[in-house]
């Protein structure tokens, strides 16, 4: 489906069965300088013989297309009256100023290829996979439809509301659905949701730190406590008692046993999301767990960058100097900065 209308409403079909389709990428009309033209005439019978010209090529262009015998013909680009007279004349519908990424669609739709000249035309071009070439009008504007197609790699979705408001949530919610079935086809595996894979991955994370002596153990205690910020929204977003829920959570959690324990978003009490079917896409919680790193890490390094600054007072001065950026005799240099 397109937003668009045939060139000339009361001489082309609005409804053709089994249409043979030629998708064009180039304008049916006169060519134009690059830059300015002058052009000088001297005699009354010049002007006649530029106009000539200018119809005897839109006339050829026609005629290649036409020895087709397309019954509908869709250009990106302009289409000017004379080429509709031509193509009007001989029965055939015609639609200009489509945009490119439509006019791939309906090549996929309709088995058609976008040829860029007319010369290059074959009959391998003509798409016949179109079942019904239609044009309705909707409210105030005319749709086209291509429907009724063989074996379609396209599709059009029409979504209705009754505000624009509407109409945009609708949009967002549909792309996500979609996204979320082309991460299933992709990789389809799942985890468990309510916060579950959170709590198991934190309980584990908490296990691995206990092994680990000195300083070495405080990261792997920081991000299994970063972890469990998804299921305390998810229980403050339910109304319940956060604290009770998450020490209830991470006592299940804590033997490494109930990984399929979570928090249930409608009733915010603590169940099984494997028996109630509650599932996050693993595409979508290993990238979420990646960025979460990378960005602690992003900030962290900022730090570094930060620390490597010191302040040094100048001599008898009271104030303190502009921060200078550390030399190679003083990288290791404990006074980074001074009391």
Known sequence: MINKDVVAPGKMRRRIVNPRIILLDCPLEYKKGENMTNAELIREEDWGILLKLEEEYIEKICVQILSFKPDLVITEKGLSDLAAHYLSKAGVSAIRRLRKTDNNRIAKACGATVVNRPEELQESDVGTGAGLFEVKKIGDEYFTFIVDCKDPKACTVLLRGASKDL?????RNLQDAMSVARNMIKNPKLVPGGGATELTVSATLKQKSSTVEGIDKWPYE???????????TLAQNCGVNVIRTMTALQAKHANGENVWTGIDGNTGAITDMKERGI?????????????????????????????????????????????????????????????
């Open 279 to 339: 599932w996050d896409a693993y595409n979508v919680k290993a990238q979420t767990f990646k960025t979460a790193i990378e960005a602690a890490c992003m900030l962290l390094r900022i730090d570094d960058v930060v620390s490597g600054i010191k302040k040094k007072q100048a001599p008898g001065g009271s104030g303190p100097a502009k921060p200078q950026v550390e030399d190679d005799k003083d990288v290791d240099s404990e006074q980074m900065i001074p009391e």
């Open 222 to 232: 920081a991000v299994a406590l970063a972890f469990e910020a998804i299921p305390r």
């Open 167 to 171: 109409l945009n949530e609708v949009e």
